[in-house]
């Protein structure tokens, strides 16, 4: 299990890069998210057809993977590929390392799971470093700028929804709903909602400045970021909990940081990268009993 789960950070955390160069390939971010999504959805949903996987029967679970596409897939990578316009990918995945907390949050206000005094704490420390991740722009007059600071609050709030998708997939592959075709329809439902997005706010074309550059960006997030790493994600999820994989937002940063640095000479202040420390403290804080839970899981899998 542990491998899958290092194999699922390495793979999130070179997408944002993936994102990045896709965009300054000539792609539009709505519509560039909806062919990756819409691709591999269709590709993963073909690929159990042919190997005779079952689909699910009943129509609540059409309704509630649609609800998890919409909020996982769409509203998130909507937010993530438009803001990426205007910020780093590196900057990008910072911020991202949040979502574990809201995993937390979205856990107590759906499923009424309490929240103890050192969780509490937890979460007060993660938000102390999201702060910390974005104060060095704002010293710099970053709220001046009207692109970066829409951009940042567009990451946070597709983050809350990315964390009502993880939570309420947990429901869905509690009814036995093989991972795998939970992963094709959410990510087939979420293209939908983006390829809407994309008619309403964009030009619709595959013309683009960098071919090379942008297509060849698309095909690894296909391959790479939506099947191999989804289908990783949604294994973790139904062997362990919601949180558990979730937890690549804050190991995929430092990787991002990385290929950031080499690839496209990104640069990130001191103070960004200490908040987001503050925000690993916080995360580990917060979710103490799902990692050891986790860990057993880990421990008790022949697969690991």
């Not at 491998?3 to 793979?11: A, D, E, P, S, V």
């Not at 057809?49 to 897939?73: C, L, Q």
């Not at 947990?170 to 008619?199: D, E, H, T």
């Not at 995929?252 to 690839?263: D, E, H, R």
Request: glycine share 10%; hydrophobic share 55%.
């Amino acid at each position: 299990m542990i491998w899958r789960y290092l194999l699922m950070c390495l793979i999130y955390g070179t997408t944002f890069l993936g994102i990045k160069t896709g965009l300054n390939g000539g792609f539009e971010p709505f519509f560039y998210a909806g062919l990756r999504f819409g691709t591999a959805g269709i590709l993963v949903l073909a690929f159990l057809a042919v190997k005779n996987k079952s689909f699910p029967a009943e129509r609540r679970d059409y309704v509630d993977m649609a609800m998890i596409g919409i909020g996982m897939t769409g509203i998130e990578f909507a937010g993530f590929y438009w803001a990426e316009q205007y910020v780093t990918s590196g900057y990008a995945a910072l911020l991202a390392a949040a979502t574990p907390l809201l995993v937390t949050l979205m856990n107590y206000w759906i499923n009424g799971q309490s929240i103890t005094q050192i969780q509490k704490a937890g979460l007060a420390l993660g938000f102390l470093g999201v702060f910390l991740i974005i104060f060095p722009q704002i010293l710099e007059g970053g709220l001046a700028e009207s692109n970066w600071f829409i951009s940042s609050a567009v990451i946070l709030v597709a983050e809350v929804f990315y964390a009502f998708g993880a939570v309420h997939s947990r429901k869905v592959l509690a009814r036995g709903n093989n991972p795998f075709v939970v992963n094709g329809f959410q990510m087939f439902f979420g293209s939908l909602f983006l390829f809407i997005l994309a008619i309403l706010f964009e030009p619709v074309t595959l013309n683009i400045s960098n071919p090379m550059l942008g297509y060849s960006s698309l095909l690894y997030l296909i391959v790479f970021g939506s099947i191999i790493a989804s289908g990783i994600f949604y294994w973790l999820v139904q062997r362990t909990n919601p949180l558990f994989p979730s937890t690549w937002t804050y190991v995929s940063p430092v990787i991002a940081i990385i290929v950031g640095y080499i690839l496209l000479n990104e640069t990130l202040h001191a103070v960004s990268v200490i908040g987001a420390i503050v925000v690993l403290l916080g995360v580990l804080l917060t979710n103490a009993p799902s990692f050891r839970a986790a860990s057993g899981s880990v421990e008790r899998d022949p697969a690991a």
